[in-house]
């Protein structure tokens, strides 16, 4: 059974920077499309960074030029490198797997059936 589990979140000042992990157990991770999520309190989730499982990247506007997403296949780990912080990123943020390509994953979360439980990340001003 195929498991994420998402790790590096934290509190930070805005301006600060996180690394956040999702590793992925019981399955190869290369072999799925897979995306960072983010939500706050009273607010939809959202999007943040995906790549497909042939490496296509994709990011929500805001988070353009800040954040990067990149997987380590000998890990089996994927991560999303979160710079220049600002208070407005302040949420849960979850990893998302599903399998194949041929899509993006931010604008089909529908068909990422894997979820991690989440990792808080808190950016004070």
């Known amino acids: 059974q195929v498991q994420l589990v998402e790790s590096g979140g934290g509190s930070v000042q805005a301006g600060g920077s996180l690394r956040l992990s999702c590793a992925v157990s019981g399955g190869t991770g290369s072999s799925y499309s897979m995306g960072w999520f983010r939500q706050s309190p009273g607010k939809e989730r959202e999007g943040v960074a995906a790549?497909?499982?042939?490496?296509?990247?994709t990011y929500a506007n805001s988070v353009k030029g800040r954040f990067t997403i990149s997987r380590d296949s000998a890990k089996n780990t994927l991560y999303l490198q979160m710079n220049s912080l600002k208070p407005e990123d302040t949420a849960m943020y979850y990893c998302a797997a599903g399998k194949g390509w041929g899509y993006d994953p931010l604008a089909n979360p529908g068909r990422l059936d894997l979820w991690g439980h989440g990792t808080q990340v808190t950016v004070s001003s």
């Open positions: 790549i497909d499982a042939v490496g296509r990247i």
